[in-house]
Nanobody, 121 residues
């Protein structure tokens, strides 16, 4: 069983930046593909970004490409989401997720509890 704990959310003005972190328990973190997803009120959860087990491959939703950067530190069992040039439409609960088979496309087996990001205009 893997536990994922997100942190770093908060309130920021449009154009600002936040860095989300997701700390994972377990000794096999380095073999997992990791992803970030978000869910805004009244909307379905959507993909934001994903990273391969090695960190060598990254993937982004078109809506965040060029503004968000996903990265990981396998020595710290942590994945990050650097969010720059934030827009009000980025407001959502952000979740990290892990795929234990290392498949970036998922389906993801483990999910965190989420962290709220609010971008004011």
């Amino acid at each position: 069983q893997v536990q994922l704990v997100e942190s770093g959310g908060g309130l920021v003005q449009a154009g600002g930046s936040l860095r989300l972190s997701c700390a994972a328990s377990g000794r096999t973190f380095s073999s997992y593909a990791m992803g970030w997803f978000r869910q805004a009120p009244g909307k379905e959860r959507e993909f934001v970004a994903a990273i391969s087990w090695s960190g060598g491959s990254t993937y982004y939703a078109d809506s965040v490409k060029g503004r968000f950067t996903i990265s990981r530190d396998n020595a710290k069992n942590t994945v990050y989401l650097q969010m720059n040039s934030l827009k009000p439409e980025d407001t959502a609960v952000y979740y990290c997720a892990a795929d234990r088979f290392g498949v970036v496309a998922g389906p993801y087996d483990y999910w965190g509890q989420g962290t709220q990001v609010t971008v004011s205009s």
